[in-house]
């Protein structure tokens, strides 16, 4: 029967039966690398974990398609999974750090549009303000900091207290202080 079914869509039992397999093969994994890897495999995502997320999804798809022996599909996923892993362990040595990851970079400081600032992150006035709103900001005025973060996040800091901690590695945070300024309608 399920022969007859495959062969209805163009297809034969047995590759039916081999994409199953692949699947269920590659899936079962994924699970098992993602499980050693940490919750860091699934944290929100950085430049580097978008592109090992796309090759996965391309990995998957040439094996269950049948594209790629199951084995090899398998030495994919492990290799891909094994590359995050020293990308995560190199991430957390300063020296190397800087090569992988972008610093967070300051947009706001105490209600000041930093310009330069948003213009390197090639941010308009309007991606600030939807960021601001996002974060219930009724008036930029009393905004501490806006930081673009290394995934591409953007964190509002209101508030009372020192800055000097929170904003330690920040480009553009290094005794920058302004006066407090409008957003600009641009």
């Known amino acids: 029967m399920l022969t007859d079914v495959a062969q209805e869509l163009g297809s034969t039992g ?5 994409a199953f397999v692949s699947m269920v093969v590659v899936y079962a994994s994924m699970v098992l690398a993602t499980r050693i890897a940490g919750p860091r495999s699934l944290a929100q995502m950085s430049a ?5 997320t796309v090759a996965l999804g391309s990995i998957t798809a040439t094996v269950g398609l049948g594209s790629v022996p199951l084995v090899e599909g398998l030495v994919a996923v492990v290799t891909l999974f094994t590359l995050q892993f020293g990308t995560g362990v190199a991430r957390r040595r300063r020296t190397l750090r800087g090569a992988i990851d972008n610093a967070p970079l300051l947009l706001v400081r105490d209600g000041e ?14 991606d600030l303000r ?11 005025r009393a905004v501490r900091a806006v930081v673009l973060e290394t995934t591409g996040g953007v964190s509002v800091m ?3 207290g020192d800055l000097g901690p929170v904003l330690q590695g920040v480009r553009g945070a290094e005794g920058h202080a302004g006066p407090t300024g409008q957003l600009s309608a641009g």
């Open 158 to 160: 209101q508030g009372d």
């Open 130 to 140: 939807q960021h601001l709103r996002q974060a219930n900001v009724t008036d930029i």
């Open 113 to 126: 549009v930093l310009e330069a600032h948003l213009e390197a992150a090639r941010m308009t006035h309007d």
């Open 48 to 52: 580097f974990d978008f592109i090992a």
């Open 14 to 18: 047995t590759a039916v039966v081999v």
